[in-house]
């Protein structure tokens, strides 16, 4: 078997077992159709059913079909004792056999309780079969067996199956609701967080200082505090030069005419130093 088969039914097999509860082993009922076309290409049906399944199988065939063989023809000696071989299962119609199509169907019923698998040639039959979720359909074509793939049913139940185990039941819900009742739940809407640029640290930020109003201006205001803010930056204002006492003023004078008196002196050292050269150049 190639190995994009095996994958297919590795897929297939694990849906069924998942969804619909299949085990090993997988309980194959047989037609008279099947194992006439087994026995014509000579294939060896207990291995290859096997293989195709991924596991171990249970072939089974009932008195309806062992019935219907003896009455076609005499020939068929071989299909009756091929299908000997295999178990019997029990069904309604001994006294009254019927065809092997009618009693699969009714061994089977609406929703095959008991994970029956059918291997048959008929293709009415197959088609009936597709109408009912969860049944594993065989059928041989050219000396290769094949199991065919999930119908439209079968994916519609498993899809449901698997939302009944995801979802929480009716009781479930029903307990979780009568638990929460009793929980008070904080209705408050949480609060917006405010967007845009922050405001600086206070700690960050410098005190304001009181200041005093001069007496020169004739204000309403005379004589109040006003607050003002200092600026950051370490230059003092302009007005604070001009505000200084006339002491202040004094001592910059006083260094400007020392300065002056200390560069007269340096001149007249210099002229000193050039007549002593020339005197000794002459002396000389």
């Known amino acids: 078997m190639r190995q994009k088969r095996t994958k297919q039914y590795k897929r297939l097999m694990a849906l069924y077992s998942i969804s619909f509860g299949f085990r090993e082993p997988y309980q194959i009922l047989v037609d008279s159709n099947f194992m006439r076309t087994a026995l014509r290409y000579k294939m060896d ?47 309604i119609h001994r006294h009254k056999p019927v065809s092997s199509a009618e009693c699969i169907l ?18 009415s039959l ?37 939302n009944v185990k995801t979802h929480a039941s009716v009781e479930e819900l029903s307990f979780l609701a009568k638990a929460n009742s ?11 967080k ?4 922050k405001e600086p640290n206070p700690l960050s930020c410098k005190k304001k200082k009181m200041k005093v109003l001069p007496q020169n201006k004739k204000n309403s205001e005379m004589g109040k505090i006003s607050l003002t803010n200092e600026p950051t930056s370490k230059k003092r204002k302009y007005d604070d030069y001009e505000n200084n006492d006339d002491s202040q003023s004094q001592p910059q004078e006083n260094n400007n005419e020392k300065s002056s008196i200390d560069n007269n002196n340096q001149l007249n050292k210099k002229k000193r130093k050039r007549k002593r050269k020339k005197s000794n ?3 000389n």
């Open 281 to 283: 150049k002459l002396k």
């Open 45 to 91: 049906i207990s291995k290859q059913l096997c293989t195709v399944m991924l596991g171990n199988t249970k072939q089974l065939y009932t008195s309806c079909t062992l019935a219907e063989v003896k009455d076609q023809s005499k020939d068929e000696f071989g299909t009756e004792n091929a299908l000997k071989r295999f178990e019997l299962r029990g069904c």
């Open 106 to 123: 009714s061994i089977i019923g609406p929703d095959n309780p008991h994970n029956y698998c059918v291997a048959t040639q008929n293709e």
């Open 126 to 162: 197959r088609k009936r079969f597709r109408a009912i979720p969860g049944i594993p359909l065989l059928y041989i074509n050219r000396t290769v067996l094949i199991l065919e793939p999930p119908s439209y049913a079968t994916l519609q139940k498993s899809k449901k199956i698997e």
């Open 194 to 197: 405010r967007k845009g640029p």
């Open 182 to 192: 009793d929980i008070q739940v904080d209705t408050e809407k949480p609060k917006k």
